[in-house]
């Protein structure tokens, strides 16, 4: 029988030692831009919504202040975060990272945005019959299931590199490269590295709505 253990904290990559500091410093005002995107974003759906910050801090669950650096580009948007907001704001957490209307973003303006232990990279956001945010995730090798925060949607995750079972907690799927799980993401789910780190392709898919 596994134990399992919660990992809250979230998981950064780190610049290798090899990058130089032109490198690390380029990668700074990288990230800068895209917290700054992000912040601006927060405050057009918070502004379009209504809300005041306290009321969205309120019914969001997250600290005032933390809301405030947010939208500031001073603080550190991580997918737990924008999954809270989106889903008061009535949007997807897709919408605060692309553009509304027009061509995506910059891909060198993408950064890596942090979950329960495994870090995503937002891709792209596609708005058909249903919206989808599509992230390139990487699952860490760890002694224990990562327990992921539950958040609205459906989940459809492809293996692309490694083992891993993912899935509901009560049932989880063990995948190899190719194969692919779907499961609501309002259920508790895990991810579970086997022998090593994986890569995989998430693609959150929602219902279409309009801000």
Not at 109 to 122: A, E, H, V
């Amino acid at each position: 029988m596994i134990r399992s253990v919660f990992i809250s904290d979230p998981v950064f990559l780190r610049p290798s030692r090899g990058e130089t500091r032109v490198n690390k410093e380029t990668k700074s005002q990288e990230q800068d831009s895209f917290a700054q995107h992000v912040g601006q974003r927060i405050r057009y759906f918070r502004d379009l919504q209504g809300l005041s910050l306290s009321e969205l801090s309120r019914r969001s669950g997250i600290a005032k202040g933390t809301l405030s650096k947010l939208e500031s580009g001073t603080g550190n948007p991580t997918i737990v975060t924008l999954g809270a907001l989106a889903g008061i704001l009535n949007i997807t957490p897709g919408d605060f990272m692309e553009p509304r209307n027009g061509p995506p973003r910059d891909q060198r303006g993408r950064k890596n945005i942090s979950g329960p232990g495994i870090t995503m990279l937002f891709l792209h956001k596609i708005v058909a019959e249903k919206s989808w945010d599509i992230y390139e995730t990487n699952i860490p090798q760890t002694d224990t299931p990562i327990y992921s925060a539950t958040h609205g949607g459906i989940e459809h995750l492809i293996m692309v590199e490694g083992v891993a079972e993912v899935g509901p907690v009560d049932a989880p799927t063990r995948l190899h490269p190719g194969e692919r799980v779907a499961f609501p993401g309002d259920k508790p789910h895990l991810y579970f590295a086997i022998g090593g780190p994986c890569k995989a392709l998430l693609m959150m898919e929602h219902p279409t709505k309009r801000a």
